[in-house]
């Protein structure tokens, strides 16, 4: 059940911002400039280093609570851990092949959609989410937080849920997808990016080269990484 709606959910939000975007355009004021670095901000803290170094990795976060982190990343993604993770380590072992879920040369323009398979994801990796605690919340009251987010845009002050979180966190997804796309070409990781992707991507881009090097040769460590 989580699968087939891990499959839709993200898509529906990802395409969220071409309803509120125009809203903000339309309301246009000094306030609505937020919006513009807090799609930076919202990357960065949701899946560049939740989703990326923690949720995939199995890194933990140094002052701010795991539990905390997670929930920021799923506020803005909507999707369980376990499956974004399944579908990360998936890319890694199998990096620029047809069976690599983030590749733009086999799977064309899926991947900027976050639309997931099952066949794509690493099994190993969920049953390793399964053991910890944080992640495994995600999946057993996922129906319920989901249903909780959307109760809540619509009861909290409108202008501010889209400028603070709708906006932002759906743009911020669409980023997180693009640079997952965008980091490899012609079968390997680029090692090179022009300044606007350096800034866009904020760490996932003239590091990304080196990250699948380094996690080559730590993979093994990942399973004693991700605690219960």
């Not at 799977?107 to 495994?136: C, F, M, W």
């Amino acid at each position: 059940m989580i699968m087939g709606w891990a499959k839709f959910l993200p898509v529906c939000y990802q395409l969220s911002w071409l309803i509120t975007l125009p809203v903000c355009i339309q309301t246009w004021s000094w306030h609505t400039l937020w919006v513009i670095p807090l799609i930076g901000v919202w990357h960065w803290i949701s899946f560049s280093l939740t989703g990326h170094m923690i949720i995939s990795h199995g890194n933990q976060s140094r002052w701010i609570p795991d539990s905390v982190m997670y929930m920021l990343y799923f506020c803005n993604s909507y999707i369980p851990p376990a499956i974004w993770a399944s579908h990360h380590i998936q890319h890694h072992k199998h990096p620029d092949t047809p069976r690599d879920p983030q590749s733009k040369d086999y799977q064309g323009l899926k991947p900027l959609l976050a639309y997931y398979r099952p066949e794509h994801l690493d099994l190993r990796t969920l049953v390793k989410h399964r053991k910890n605690k944080i992640s495994e919340f995600f999946n057993t009251y996922y129906f319920l937080i989901v249903t909780t987010l959307i109760i809540s845009a619509l009861i909290l002050p409108t202008a501010w849920v889209l400028l603070l979180w709708l906006v932002p966190g759906s743009m911020s997804l669409c980023v997180a997808t693009f640079s997952a796309w965008y980091t490899h070409t012609d079968y390997q990781p680029r090692e090179r990016f022009p300044t606007w992707a350096n800034l866009l991507f904020v760490g996932e881009s003239q590091y990304h080269a080196r990250h699948h090097t380094d996690w080559n040769h730590c993979e093994p460590m990942t399973d004693m990484m991700l605690k219960p």
